[in-house]
């Protein structure tokens, strides 16, 4: 099992900078993918993007190609989500999620951090 804990949200401006974090416990030795979501009020949650942990290769969604930034620190076992150029669109809860290989399941979920831009 692992145990995901984000944070770092919060509020900011158009045009600003959040970083929120994923800190990952117990089986993280054999997780392959951590991947980042979000779900606003109404909406369906959607692929923010991921990380392959063991090749440090980096995926995301072309709503955020280009203003997001996701990366690892092994030793911590954490991720970030580096997120700049914020729109208000933006505004939702990010959780991050593990999987153990390219065909399963995400099947370990934080609880979530929300982020507001305004």
């Known amino acids: 099992h692992v145990q995901l804990v984000e944070s770092g949200g919060g509020s900011a401006q158009a045009g600003g900078s959040l970083k929120p974090s994923c800190a990952a416990s117990?089986?993280?030795?054999?997780?392959?993918?951590v991947g980042w979501f979000r779900q606003a009020p109404g909406k369906e949650r959607e692929v923010v993007g991921n990380?392959?942990?063991?090749?440090?290769?980096?995926f995301y969604a072309d709503s955020v190609k280009g203003r997001f930034t996701i990366s690892q620190d092994k030793n911590k076992h954490m991720v970030y989500l580096q997120m700049n150029s914020l729109k208000p669109e933006d505004t939702a809860v990010y959780y991050c999620?593990?999987?153990?290989?390219?065909?399963?399941?995400?099947?370990?979920w934080g609880q979530g951090t929300q982020v507001t831009v305004s």
């Open positions: 999620a593990t999987r153990y290989s390219d065909w399963a399941t995400f099947d370990y």
């Open positions: 117990g089986d993280t030795v054999n997780i392959h993918c």
């Open positions: 990380i392959k942990t063991e090749y440090d290769t980096t």
